[in-house]
C-alpha cells in the first residue's frame, strides 16, 4: 500500500510537470487554476447530475402503466395538446411534487455552483473592479492613484 502510495505520487508529479507544459504552450490562456475549476464543475456535475437524473426517471416512472406502441401516428395524435392540472391535484401527488421541485430548483443550485467557481477567481474580480470604476466614471468619480509601493507611501 506504501509503495502504491508513493509511486502514484510520483506518477501526479511528473504528470503535473507535463501539464504545466502543455498549458503554458496551448496559448488559449488556460491556467492552471482555470483548470481545475472547469474539472471540478465538471466532476460536481457528474456527481450531482446522475443520481438526480435517475431518481427523477424513477420517480416519473414509478407506477406508471407503458401504452404500447402502435405507429408514428398514434404517438403523434393531438400531441399538441397540453393538459391543465389545477395545482391542487399534482401537488396532492408527493412524488410528482418533488420532480417538478427538484426541476425548477437545480438549476438554480448549477448556477450558484458556477458562480461559487468562477465569480470569486482574480480574474472576475479584476473585471468586476473594471466595471465598477467604468460606471464610477459615467458618474464623475475618478479612480484613485495607486501607489507603486507596496507600504502604501509614495515613492
Not at 46 to 65: D, E, K, L, R, W
Amino acid at each position: 500500500l506504501i509503495n502504491s502510495t508513493v509511486l502514484t505520487l510520483l506518477g501526479f508529479f511528473r504528470h503535473r510537470i507535463q501539464f504545466r507544459e502543455v498549458v503554458s504552450k496551448n496559448g488559449s490562456g488556460m491556467t492552471i487554476s482555470r483548470y481545475f475549476r472547469l474539472m471540478l464543475l465538471s466532476i460536481s456535475e457528474m456527481v450531482c447530475t446522475i443520481p438526480i437524473g435517475a431518481y427523477s426517471i424513477y420517480i416519473n416512472t414509478a407506477g406508471v402503466n407503458l401504452a404500447p406502441w402502435n405507429s408514428w401516428q398514434d404517438t403523434h395524435h393531438n400531441f399538441s395538446h397540453v393538459e391543465m392540472v389545477p395545482a391542487l391535484f399534482w401537488r396532492s401527488n408527493r412524488s410528482f411534487l418533488i420532480s417538478v421541485v427538484m426541476g425548477q430548483w437545480v438549476y438554480v443550485f448549477a448556477a450558484f455552483l458556477f458562480f461559487a467557481l468562477f465569480g470569486f477567481a482574480s480574474e472576475a474580480q479584476k473585471n468586476y473592479g473594471n466595471v465598477f470604476w467604468w460606471c464610477a466614471g459615467k458618474c464623475g468619480v475618478s479612480r484613485p492613484a495607486s501607489s507603486t509601493s507596496k507600504s502604501g507611501l509614495p515613492s
